[in-house]
């Protein structure tokens, strides 16, 4: 059966903290334009802030029969934001505080940069997700945990449901200064500040659009 769908994801790695102060930013205005089909043409601010890369593949199908399985991968670029999603107030005051990453989700383009159905059906995802970083803690230690809202328009793209099924997604390793305990150190956009034993644990969170809360965690 296709998966039910998914509107609010945490996602946190045991001593992995992020420092989104150590690179260039854009807003989430110009992180989500929806008349751009592909990042590359995204401002120059955002194509300065992208920090990593991904896919997903998603199965998406009518509301009322999920067996119906309708492939669609699409790509991710991860952009770093300096402003929230004015849907959601809390990504707009916590991307203040703390920062946080656009999401944005786009379909593939073909020579004649047109959505390719071959990969999706033409149903218009090009849209972004704000997700600011909290402070937590994973098993005690000291993590920056990703959380973010999905909108009606990806949940629900031309009166489907959109499943996802498997994300794979890059954050590349980039570096820059920040003062640290008051010292100016060189670190990475995210970093391994630690971790506690020889593995570390991933721990991932869903809630679905009944509300209901399923929790996953992996060591590694």
Same mark, same amino acid.
């Given at each position: 059966?296709?998966?039910?769908?998914?509107?609010?994801?945490?996602?946190?790695?045991?001593?992995?903290? =992020? %420092?989104?102060?150590?690179?260039?930013?854009?807003?989430?205005?110009?992180?989500?334009?929806?008349?751009?089909?592909?990042?590359?043409?995204?401002?120059?601010?955002?194509?300065?802030?992208?920090?990593?890369?991904?896919?997903?593949?998603?199965?998406?199908?009518?509301?009322?029969?999920?067996?119906?399985?309708?492939?669609?991968?699409?790509?991710?670029?991860?952009?770093?934001?300096?402003?929230?999603?004015?849907?959601?107030?809390?990504?707009?005051?916590?991307?203040?505080?703390?920062?946080?990453?656009?999401?944005?989700?786009?379909?593939?383009?073909?020579?004649?940069? !047109?959505?390719?159905? !071959?990969?999706?059906?033409?149903?218009?995802?090009?849209?972004?997700?704000?997700?600011?970083?909290?402070?937590?803690?994973?098993?005690?230690?000291?993590?920056?945990?990703?959380? %973010?809202?999905?909108?009606?328009?990806?949940?629900?793209? =031309?009166?489907?449901?959109? =499943?996802?099924?498997?994300?794979? =997604?890059?954050?590349?390793?980039?570096?820059?200064?920040?003062?640290?305990?008051?010292?100016?150190?060189?670190?990475? %956009?995210?970093?391994?500040?630690?971790?506690?034993?020889?593995?570390?644990?991933?721990?991932?969170?869903?809630?679905?659009?009944?509300?209901?809360?399923?929790?996953?965690?992996?060591?590694?």
């Amino acid at each position: 059966m296709r998966p039910f769908v998914v509107e609010r994801y945490f996602i946190a790695a045991e001593g992995l903290q =992020s %420092f989104p102060e150590t690179r260039p930013t854009c807003t989430y205005a110009q992180a989500t334009d929806p008349l751009i089909s592909d990042p590359k043409d995204l401002p120059r601010a955002c194509r300065k802030a992208i920090v990593g890369r991904g896919t997903i593949h998603n199965e998406a199908g009518a509301p009322n029969d999920r067996s119906q399985k309708i492939t669609c991968d699409v790509k991710i670029t991860l952009v770093n934001i300096s402003t929230g999603d004015p849907r959601y107030p809390e990504t707009v005051k916590q991307i203040k505080k703390r920062g946080g990453m656009a999401i944005r989700i786009d379909q593939y383009v073909n020579e004649q940069g !047109a959505d390719d159905p !071959a990969r999706c059906p033409p149903i218009d995802l090009h849209e972004a997700l704000a997700a600011p970083f909290y402070d937590v803690k994973v098993d005690g230690v000291s993590t920056a945990e990703l959380r %973010f809202n999905v909108p009606e328009t990806l949940k629900h793209p =031309s009166g489907l449901d959109n =499943s996802v099924r498997e994300v794979a =997604s890059t954050v590349n390793k980039l570096k820059g200064k920040v003062k640290v305990r008051g010292k100016e150190r060189t670190v990475g %956009f995210y970093s391994a500040v630690g971790k506690k034993g020889k593995t570390r644990t991933t721990r991932v969170t869903f809630i679905d659009e009944s509300g209901a809360k399923f929790t996953q965690t992996q060591k590694e």
